[in-house]
């Protein structure tokens, strides 16, 4: 079954531009999606997994967390970008342990996140002790043993850390997080810590739940969409669907963002007839802001809410909502009626014009969501710039009522599942007493590390074994130099894997890879009988997901196997959880999920439902508030925004078309037009020529930061492209070392990936 993996790296000098494209999807992308999808698994295996992809009975997209439509489903419902994210993991080709003999440690240092990659599904565990050159294969037995030892060597629980990427299902996360509390320790990170957190510290406050209150019906009632530092052409393809249904419903969309992207401004929908060949725009208003302009844009239009209602009152407050559902609507009304229109302009970039007409459309609109994704998030004021713009649709009573509310896009696939489950470093009382009682176990009240402050303990020694489910901890997190060091200092590091990535490659004294069966593998019980999963969308929908594809080896282990098999190694035979039966039957982890989590009572039951179910959001449901004063909250936030230093820039890092996070499928952002490498800048023409640099000038990037470390990436090329003057963009994960790890949003402590404050130098070529 091996196929051949490319054995070439990336050749950054093969750097091709064109013009960015002006529509995005259409039949590129169904010839892209098949081309790819061929070249990994072949014509049978492609076949099998796209008609099963978000199809009832089939398995969940691995791609976005972006939901399947609640009524008729089409035959082929997934985009371009999903069939690439189950291409990536339905490869047929592997890395077995003659790949490890054959490949020093040392000589898979030197390769790109894209090359190793691209070789193909992990088949068997390894090992690495100290001293090794390269990895060698491990017993399952074996590797437990060595973990559990480990972990009881330490001096307290709170040394090992317990990370998780948001492909894990339901079933893996709550088995998880129940061996990491059993063990003693809520250092459960996630990559939600570098994602929504800010969403969720944000509607936590103002809402009393930190997710999305709209579903997907609310899109085709809305009369205004809002979207707001989101590419969905790239990263929730499917959205463009829905987008493109609500604007034959008669909503208008408005777009905010630096870039004028593809996705938002053309789309032709590649799963009808007519959209192959005829483009709409998605966007009927752009409005191109300043990187972390947002907040005062929120603010400007709230003022502007308020000068409508003056001209017409009882027409634009909700009275009657802000009344009987809110708090704190005085002092909000009072702070946004001095906000200072000019500072606003200069903050966003926008024009006085373009902030009237916007505040119209909304103060006459009947529903308005606004949705927004990590250019929101990733900045030093996302928690309070979530929260403005949540005091605009509170003003409004845009909440709990069909067509209307918060949109918060998810991006892994189960992310949102997995706090639902309790990955979190600081779950609430309520859920840590369920779980308690269901199993006979005192979990440990202490708030655990998020992802920032786990870098931090290993950096500082006060964390010695790592342990990741999943994901790519090094590539993703910031201060790559710092985090390596962390990781490096561990006594061990342990990888639940699926590919190969660079966190198996910088690793602590001794570490394990452990490979694991991806969504579209069938997971089959001792018994035969084939196990399913569960996993939540970005709008709360709960479906399960059964993966059927024969495994690329027969060592792999799902998830569920792994977190049981260790624990039973690790706890020993008279622990209370029954971790042998709820390893044996997921059902059985689904009773107890129904007895411990909130809102999923009949689990195995209501998930088993024609579209799976629903899980409950009071302020949706019943405009019901349970925050600390039992109503909505209006925040009065002071105006945070983003002035660009002389001579410098500030830098987004952000997704090209063709990868997942750290995972590089390929090297062609096609909408944007970059192609064959990756190593780019995306500038304003007028900033490239004032900080005295021409077009296609190599440059090292060097971001400043207040520690006065200078942080230094090298060999980027200069793309001439439309953002606003003074912004930049370039890609995660090969900007990651710029991102100083201090640099946090205010209460989400989320990584600031969105503005970097840069200079260039003139890369000199070193031999
Ligand atoms: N194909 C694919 N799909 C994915 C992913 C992937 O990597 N590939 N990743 C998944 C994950 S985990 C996530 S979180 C999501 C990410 O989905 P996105 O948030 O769409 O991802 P980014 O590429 O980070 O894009 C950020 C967008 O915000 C804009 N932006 C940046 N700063 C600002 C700002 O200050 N204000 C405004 N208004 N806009 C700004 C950028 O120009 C860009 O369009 O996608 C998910 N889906
Ligand atoms: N500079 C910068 N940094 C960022 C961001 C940014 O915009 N800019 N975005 C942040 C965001 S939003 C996120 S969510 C994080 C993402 O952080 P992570 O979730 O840690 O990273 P991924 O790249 O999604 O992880 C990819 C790896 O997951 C493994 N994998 C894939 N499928 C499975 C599976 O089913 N099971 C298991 N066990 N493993 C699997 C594969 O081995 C693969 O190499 O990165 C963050 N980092
Ligand atoms: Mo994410």
């Known amino acids: 079954m091996h196929r051949d ?66 009524g008729h489903r089409r035959p082929a419902e997934f985009c371009e970008n999903g069939a690439k994210a189950v291409a990536e993991e339905a490869t047929l080709r592997t890395v077995t342990p003659e790949f490890f003999a054959r490949h020093s440690l040392e000589d898979l240092a030197d390769k790109s996140g894209y090359w190793l990659g691209q070789q193909g599904r992990l088949t068997h565990p390894m090992v690495l002790r100290p001293g090794d050159t390269h990895y060698s294969p491990i017993a399952w037995d074996e590797a437990y043993r060595l973990i559990a030892e480990a972990l009881r060597g330490l001096d307290s629980p709170d040394e090992a850390l317990f990370y998780t990427s948001g492909r894990t299902a339901n079933e893996t996360a709550f088995v998880y997080q129940l061996l990491a509390r059993s063990f003693g320790t809520n250092n459960l990170p996630d990559c939600s810590n570098m994602c929504h957190e800010s969403s969720g510290a944000a509607l936590s406050s103002s809402i009393g739940i930190g997710k999305g209150s709209v579903t997907i019906d609310d899109f085709n009632a809305a009369e205004v969409i809002v979207v707001a530092g989101q590419n969905p052409g790239t990263n929730h393809p499917r959205m463009l669907s829905a987008l493109q249904k609500a604007k034959e419903h008669g909503a208008r969309v408005i777009a905010i ?24 725009p998605i966007a009927d208003d752009f409005l191109q802001i300043r990187l972390g302009g947002d907040m005062a844009l929120f603010q400007g239009l709230a003022h502007l809410q308020f000068e409508a209602e003056d001209r017409a009152p009882g027409t634009v407050v909700d009275r009657e909502f802000v009344d009987a559902h809110t708090a704190g609507f005085a002092e909000y009304e009072k702070q946004m009626r001095a906000v200072d229109l000019a500072t606003v302009l200069e903050a966003t970039g926008l024009t006085r014009a373009e902030l009237d007409h916007v505040a119209k459309l909304l103060a006459e609109s009947t529903s308005t969501i606004i949705c927004w994704a990590m250019g929101l998030t990733q900045q030093r004021h996302g928690v309070v710039t979530i929260e403005e713009a949540t005091n605009l649709l509170l003003m409004r009573g845009m909440i709990g009522k069909p067509g209307a509310g918060v949109c ?31 199993f006979g176990i005192t979990s440990p009240r202490k708030h655990g590390h998020d992802v920032v402050d786990a870098i931090r303990a290993m950096h500082e020694g006060r964390a010695s074994v790592f342990f990741g489910m999943g994901g790519n901890f090094v590539s993703a997190t910031p201060d790559t130099d710092l985090t390596e060091a962390a990781l490096r200092g561990c006594a061990l590091t342990v990888q639940v894997s ?22 579209s593998d069938a997971d089959l019980s001792a018994d035969g009988v084939k196990q399913q999963v569960s996993v939540e969308d970005s709008m709360s929908m709960v479906h399960l997901s059964t993966g059927r594809l024969a495994p690329v080896s027969d060592q792999l282990r799902s998830e569920v196997s792994i977190v049981c098999e260790l624990a039973a190694e690790l706890f020993g035979p008279d622990h209370p959880v029954p971790w042998t039966t709820l390893r044996a039957d997921y059902d059985a982890i689904r009773d107890a999920i129904s007895r411990v989590v909130p809102g999923c009572t009949d689990y195995n039951a209501k998930v088993r439902g024609r579209n799976g179910f629903q899980l409950p959001h009071p302020p949706r449901d019943a405009r019901e508030f349970h925050t600390t004063t039992g109503k909505a909250n209006f925040a009065a936030n002071d105006l945070q925004w983003l002035p660009v230093p ?122």
């Open 408 to 438: 918060p896009v998810r991006g892994h696939s189960n992310v949102q599942g997995d706090r639902t489950m309790g990955i979190w470093e600081k779950m609430p009382e309520t859920f840590l007493a369920a779980l308690d009682s269901e």
């Open 646 to 767: 002389q001579g410098r820039l500030i830098l987004q890092t952000l997704r090209s078309h063709d990868q997942y996070n750290t995972t590089i499928y390929g090297l062609d952002d096609r909408y944007r037009g970059i192609h064959n490498a990756r190593r780019v800048v995306l500038v304003h023409p007028d900033d490239i020529a004032e900080l005295g640099f021409a077009e296609g000038d190599l440059v090292d990037v060097i971001s400043e930061w207040t520690d006065g470390v200078e942080r230094k990436v090298t060999g980027f090329r200069l793309v001439a492209y439309s953002t606003p003057r003074g912004n930049a963009a370039a890609y995660y994960p090969e900007t990651n070392p710029l991102v100083p790890l201090n640099h946090v949003a205010e209460r989400s402590n989320t990584p600031v990936s969105k503005a970097v404050t840069v200079r260039f130098e003139p890369h000199v070529h070193t031999v």
């Open 5 to 70: 993996a490319p054995t070439r790296d990336i050749d950054e000098s093969a750097l091709s531009v064109t013009p960015p494209k002006q529509q995005a999807a259409g039949v590129k992308a169904v010839t892209v999606a098949l081309e790819r999808a061929v070249e990994e698994m072949g014509v049978i295996r492609t076949t099998r997994t796209l008609t099963r992809l978000n199809q009832r009975h089939g398995f969940d997209c691995p791609g976005c967390a972006w939901p399947e439509p609640s």
């Open 498 to 519: 699926t590919k190969l990535n660079r966190s198996h490659v910088v690793h602590g004294r001794t570490a394990l890879i452990l490979p694991t069966l991806g969504r």
């Open 257 to 280: 963002n630096p870039l004028p992207e593809t996705g938002l401004l053309g789309f032709r929908d590649p799963q009808t007839v007519k959209g192959l060949t005829t483009g709409i």
